[in-house]
């Protein structure tokens, strides 16, 4: 008698802990390795994650992957240059996050990408959670290309190239 009043309690209890989940409120979700260190970089921003899109893509950062559109937008916004990590097996992680500026200005979900290495995050995007939105990707705290760098864009591209394309092998 005993185990199934013990039974029908931790059923109990397991369903009001299911159950005090709202749609759209987050459930924690265990963290591991270097998802920890992705977390506690978003936290340490003040940023409230409310949902995990998990492990995005791998890569080795090499000279020749900053040719690539999608790996330029996203190194012309750290604070690090590229060029610290090469040779370095970079992973990035997603989340949506709530408390971020691009969500007070945009009135949006924030979607940010942490990027980890050797365990450590070391930078970060950010861009609007939404389907109808597109462009080049925000710093982590949701700053533009010209704004963190005082160039336009074109200017910012003749410089990058002239670092890191084609003719800066010769």
């Known amino acids: 008698m005993r ?6 309690l931790l059923v109990l209890v397991f369903m009001s802990i299911g159950c005090s989940f709202r749609p759209g409120t987050h459930k924690p ?13 978003i936290h340490s921003k003040g940023y409230l ?14 000279k020749s992957l900053l040719r690539e559109t999608w790996c330029a937008q996203v190194w012309s916004v750290q604070s690090e240059p590229p060029e610290n990590y090469f040779g370095r097996e970079i992973t990035t992680y997603g989340f949506v ?9 945009l009135h949006l979900p924030t979607e940010v990408n942490i990027m980890v290495t050797d365990g450590r995050a070391i930078g970060g995007y950010s ?4 389907d109808q ?13 010209e704004e963190l760098t005082g160039l336009t864009y074109t200017d910012w591209k003749d410089q990058w190239d002239e670092k890191y394309g084609d003719q800066a092998d010769n």
Do not use: W
Request: proline letters at 3%.
């Open 97 to 105: 996050v709530e408390k971020h500026p691009l969500s007070k200005k």
């Open 3 to 8: 185990k199934l009043c013990f039974g029908i």
């Open 133 to 145: 939105m597109t462009g080049a990707a925000y710093s982590l705290e949701g700053k533009e290309l």
């Open 49 to 62: 994650i409310t949902s995990y899109r998990g492990e995005l893509n791998t890569y080795t950062l090499q």
């Open 127 to 130: 861009f609007p959670h939404s």
């Open 29 to 41: 979700h265990l963290y591991r390795g270097d998802e920890k260190a992705a977390e506690a970089y």
